[in-house]
């Protein structure tokens, strides 16, 4: 699977921004999807996922309740809806295609990824 994300940019603490992630190659929509993220000098951290049929989710505890994840298998596109952004949200966000579809236990594990996109960078300013 070839993943594209965009979407990120500069935003204010307490705005809003929604990630898209668009893939093609091997059908997208049915792969558990997954957002991950690192800001400077941190580990590659696990953001959210989501599971190919949409009805299954999971997030960060942090994340929860300001972040939607979201797919359209019609369109291979993930989102990752981020409201009430706080600073410390400031990272590279990239979307990664899981291997198949994923049980619970490793949605958060990103060796369970094995395709990535490039990254987008969201910078949250105070």
């Known amino acids: 699977v070839q993943l594209q994300a965009c979407g990120g940019g500069l935003v204010q603490a307490g705005g809003s921004l929604r990630l898209s992630c668009a893939a093609s190659?091997?059908?997208?929509?049915?792969?558990?999807m997954g957002w991950f993220r690192q800001a400077p000098g941190k580990e590659l951290e696990f953001v959210s996922a989501i599971r190919r049929n949409g009805g299954s989710t999971s997030y960060l505890d942090s994340m929860k309740g300001r972040f939607t994840i979201s797919r359209d298998n019609a369109k291979n596109t993930v989102y990752l809806q981020m409201s009430s952004l706080k600073p410390e949200d400031t990272a590279v966000y990239y979307c990664a295609a899981g291997r198949g579809s994923l049980i619970s236990s490793s949605l958060r594990n990103r060796h369970e990824y094995d395709s990535w996109g490039q990254g987008t960078q969201l910078t949250v300013s105070s």
């Open positions: 190659g091997r059908t997208g929509s049915s792969c558990t």
